[in-house]
């Protein structure tokens, strides 16, 4: 089996195992402690240049180009309430001229409806009596045939 001498002391197999894990652990720990280290001062260096004034005049930036967007929706939807609301009255109107139109042509047509029946019975009424006159007329004649049937 192995051995070896360190001040000395005389380490055999197994303690030659653990003192060897040992060791390799503690040089694997320094190492990243040196890493973690190492990571640290080059944030500490970026976070030392970040200049502060310009993050915040890029914020400031944000926030008004944010406002104005949000100013510019409320007039758009101010605008497009306005807009409904004129193209309502507008159709209301349209609607109003439309009932209005519809009972002056209904008024219309029952004028003429009157005034074609009135003179469709001024005319029934004239030819009633032309027919009559000339039944009369007829009668007439035919009772003076009958009386004096030899006079024509």
Do not use: C, H
């Not at 002056?104 to 009596?129: G, H, Q, W, Y």
């Amino acid at each position: 089996m192995a051995e070896f001498e360190i001040a000395g002391m005389t380490f055999k197999g197994g303690k030659m195992a653990v003192i060897l894990t040992a060791l390799s652990t503690l040089g694997g720990a320094s190492w990243a402690g040196f890493e973690f280290y190492k990571d640290y001062m080059d944030m500490k260096e970026i976070v030392q240049n970040i200049d502060v004034d310009a993050i915040d005049a890029k914020n400031t930036q944000i926030i008004q180009k944010l406002d104005d967007a949000i100013e510019y929706t409320r007039d758009i939807k101010s605008g497009l309430r306005d807009d409904i609301l004129s193209i309502e009255k507008q159709a209301d109107r349209v609607e109003d001229k439309t009932r209005n139109m519809e009972e002056k042509v209904r008024d219309m047509i029952d004028k003429a409806s009157e005034r074609f029946e009135t003179r469709r019975d001024s005319l029934m009424s004239d030819n009633a009596r032309d027919l009559k006159e000339l039944e009369k007329r007829f009668s007439d004649k035919l009772q003076k045939a009958l009386d004096n049937p030899l006079a024509d």
